[in-house]
């Protein structure tokens, strides 16, 4: 069984490559981030011709996420519990109030998180908020997203058979030895200690980040930037991982990354991370 998370950075731009890496690497199960479009807008057809079940949740330009499936896609859920929203800035004031009255509402969940069963386990694809940069709401927002996810993470983990997928971009560099240069990130997110404290935490909550241990520790990228030659350079970061249960742990066999898939025009600055599952 192969599973496959992806970054596609915008569905529809690349949907022919993302069929053509369902086939090159014949995937059971694509979990897709950044789809960048509205569930009404998604592909579907496409999908279904090509052997798979799709769930997907979108509702504009931004994020959104998605999982295709040729062994079963049941029990979908569009957020995890507790998983929080975010406001821009400027979005609190109603406009239809004179005073500029604050909105009392939670701010809305964005589409970064679905779930389903899958030939009998549950992924996850997850795209985890930037934080554009430590002073700023978002920040804070994605270091509650974060802890969020790990309580819910931690309710999962407790039943010792499950088997269990957290995937996706996790917009964390874990280890110095996981970018270019970790100078370059000094005081900007993705490096910081919360943030990956954050990240580690999830060991706690009882998980396994399977692609450490089955891939280099160091120069072993998954994104690379559209500006300054960064791919050509190899000015590359690692930030797509996959987080699972004991149970599911023991089962992986090998894991990749489709470098290859940077290549050429049209690509997306992210690449395919696949595991490769005993049955």
């Known amino acids: 069984m192969r599973i496959a998370t992806w970054n596609v950075n915008s569905l ?3 949907l022919d490559r993302t069929l053509a890496v369902l086939e090159r690497w014949d995937l059971d199960v694509c979990a897709i981030q950044e789809t960048k479009c509205r569930d009404e807008q998604f592909p579907v057809d496409a999908f279904t011709e090509a052997g798979y079940e799709v769930a997907h949740t979108g509702t504009n330009q931004w994020n959104g996420v998605a999982i295709a499936s ?4 049941d029990d979908v859920a569009t957020s995890f ?3 929080p929203g975010f406001r821009k800035a400027g979005a609190e004031e109603d406009p239809e109030a004179s005073s ?3 909105l009392d509402v939670e701010p809305p969940v964005e589409a970064r998180a679905i779930g389903a069963t899958c030939g009998g386990i549950r992924v996850w694809s997850l795209y985890v908020p930037h934080g554009r940069a430590l002073d700023d709401p978002h920040y804070e927002y994605k270091l509650a997203w974060l802890a969020s996810l790990r309580d819910a993470a931690s309710v999962w983990a407790a039943d010792p058979g499950a088997q269990v997928a957290l995937v996706g971009d996790w917009n964390v ?4 030895t996981d970018v270019y240069d970790v100078a370059d990130f000094a005081g900007k997110t993705h490096v910081s200690a919360p943030e990956r404290a954050a990240f580690n935490a999830f060991a706690a909550a009882g998980y ?4 450490r241990e089955h891939l280099p520790a160091e120069h072993t990228y998954t994104y690379w930037d559209y ?3 960064a791919f050509p350079r190899n000015k590359g970061l690692r930030i797509d991982f996959a987080w699972t249960t004991p149970p599911l742990a023991e089962r992986v066999r090998s894991v990749g990354i489709d470098r ?3 290549k050429g025009k049209g690509a997306s600055d992210h690449v395919p991370v696949v595991l490769e599952l005993a049955d």
Do not use: H, K, S
């Open 70 to 73: 040729r062994v079963g896609l």
């Open 208 to 211: 396994t980040e399977v692609t």
């Open 12 to 14: 529809r731009a690349r």
């Open 81 to 83: 519990p507790g998983q």
């Open 173 to 176: 560099i874990p280890l110095d």
């Open 100 to 102: 500029g009255t604050l």
């Open 227 to 229: 500006q300054r030659l």
């Open 260 to 262: 290859e898939e940077r």
